[in-house]
């Protein structure tokens, strides 16, 4: 990735830009203590609480994968993807602090045979596509080395 020019996220808003430690943005909620990804304006998913109160959080940049698989089809518009077309692994992962499961692709070179439940993972940036010259990045997972 390179660092001479700024970094273009692939969804503005969704995640910090920082090289060396990226982080999830989130909201939490005022009445209840519940984060919500990708952010909540409206009202609060939980349906205990009627607050419409958020503040915007970075959320924990580690968990552990909960679920994972290999994507073998281009997604559809409006989500960009390299031509042509490689399979990619995807892990859902349990947030450390905030126990949310959020969705997102491995970093590249891993594959389904390289994860197991319970590993334990670091957010990180990576290019998704390239547009105009510039790389598009977006959040990946990435295992943290074993102890």
Known sequence: ??????????????FTLHPERPALLGTRCAGC?????????????????TSREFSEVEL???????????????????YISP????PYTIA????????MVVL???VDGLSAADLKAGMEVELVLEPLYQED????VTWKWKPLPTP
Not at 1 to 9: D, E, G, Q, R, V
Not at 62 to 69: A, D, E, I, N, Y
Not at 92 to 99: G, T
Not at 133 to 136: I, K, L, M, R, S
């Open 1 to 14: 990735m390179s660092t001479a020019s700024p970094l273009k996220p692939a969804i503005e808003g969704w």
């Open 33 to 49: 203590g519940s984060f919500f990804f990708p952010k909540e304006t409206l009202y609060c998913r939980n349906p205990q609480c």
């Open 60 to 78: 924990s940049r580690t968990g552990k994968v909960w679920s994972f698989t290999t994507n073998h089809y281009a997604p559809p518009a409006p």
């Open 83 to 86: 031509q042509p077309f490689k």
């Open 92 to 99: 859902a992962v349990e947030l450390d602090k905030e126990k």
């Open 104 to 106: 997102g692709q491995m």
């Open 133 to 136: 010259g510039e790389d598009v």
